[in-house]
């Protein structure tokens, strides 16, 4: 059974328009993450929420925004998409000090 | 900040053991290690994880040393499915997890 699911599994978007991918969860940790992995990269957290406090990485662009307003679901949006945003977004959860357990991505393409 | 190095890539033969090493040699003392694997376009999947002792699962062992500076994950009968990137990620803080570069593992039959 799919604990964390992420939705679309691929989301196309155009070059500036806005897109939101998301991320729910049935385990009802309290943590939630997001990552963006590129093409033969690692993946890289971009943000977390702790219940409903926002960490937000030091490095994350200003064009990339979350929203959690509920403990099963969470939003990434990016505001303005450019080619360089292209990209795997992982979505994880777990419980505090716990180890999280990954959707299975959206593949973003911008044209 | 504790990061952690590992080698790029290595191979292993079918059947045999996969011993892939990890190197945090800046890691606190109430950090614990993970590995997770990642098959390409999949989202990565949780192997095991340690404290200081060392930790046995279904899928592998985890040997930590004594000084918790590096710990080496064992695959002890590898398949062609365990091809695979492997991270070891140390837990900074609660609540962060930031992965590596990985080891890309390739298992030839």
């Known amino acids: 059974d799919a604990m964390v699911i992420q939705n679309p599994r691929y989301q196309v978007t155009q070059f500036g328009k806005p897109v939101t991918l998301s991320c729910s969860q049935t385990?009802?940790?309290?943590?939630m993450y997001w990552y963006q992995q590129k093409s033969s990269q690692a993946p890289k957290l971009l943000f977390h929420y702790y219940d409903k406090d926002f960490n937000n990485e030091a490095d994350t662009p200003d064009n990339f925004q979350s929203r959690r307003p509920n403990t099963s679901f969470c939003f990434l949006d990016i505001r303005s998409p450019g080619l360089g945003d292209a990209a795997m977004y992982l979505c994880a959860t777990s419980l505090r000090d716990g180890r999280p357990f990954f959707g299975s991505g959206t593949q973003l393409s911008v044209l | 900040d504790a990061k952690t190095t590992q080698p790029p890539s290595m191979d292993c033969a079918e059947g045999r053991a996969a011993n892939l090493p990890c190197n945090h040699s800046?890691?606190?003392?109430?950090?614990?290690v993970y590995w997770y694997r990642q098959i390409h376009s999949q989202g990565p999947q949780y192997i095991i994880h340690g404290l200081k002792n060392n930790e046995t699962n279904e899928m592998a062992s985890l040997i930590i040393t004594e000084d918790r500076k590096s710990s080496t994950l064992i695959l002890p009968h590898a398949t062609l499915r365990d091809t695979a990137v492997y991270y070891c990620i140390v837990r900074v803080d609660n609540n962060d997890m930031r992965f590596g570069a990985g080891t890309r593992l390739t298992v030839k039959p």
């Open positions: 385990l009802n940790h309290n943590v």
């Open positions: 800046t890691i606190s003392g109430n950090e614990y």
